[in-house]
């Protein structure tokens, strides 16, 4: 099993910025791609951005340009950097990895609120 922790939500004015992080740990694994998907009240849960192990990322269009996602493969971390935060950024923001022979696994999620 594969567990993922998030951190790094909060609350910030529009225009700022924020950093998640996501930890995965276990025994025995490897990962192939790590990233972030988000989802708010009432909509669906969408990409915001992933990253390969083989360097490749995807953002969402919404989102290019003010957010970087990064990775440290030696402490099996994700980075996402949050910049020129909206509004509609607000969300719950999850952690997602995909699992050399295991799967996709999903973290509790943290909360992203951008508010005046």
């Known amino acids: 099993q594969v567990q993922l922790v998030e951190s790094g939500g909060g609350l910030v004015q529009p225009g700022g910025s924020l950093r998640l992080s996501c930890v995965a740990s276990g025994r025995g694994f490897s990962i192939y791609a790590m990233g972030w998907y988000r989802q708010a009240p009432g909509k669906q849960r969408e990409l915001v951005a992933i990253?390969?192990?083989?360097?490749?990322?995807n953002y969402a269009d919404s989102v290019k340009g003010r957010f970087t996602i990064s990775r440290d493969n030696a402490k099996n971390t994700v980075y996402l950097q949050m910049n020129i935060l909206k509004p509609e950024d607000t969300a719950v923001y999850y952690c997602?990895?995909?699992?050399?022979?295991?799967?996709?696994?999903w973290g509790q999620g943290t909360q992203v609120s951008v508010s005046s």
């Open positions: 990253g390969t192990s083989d360097g490749d990322t």
């Open positions: 997602n990895a995909r699992i050399t022979g295991m799967g996709v696994y």
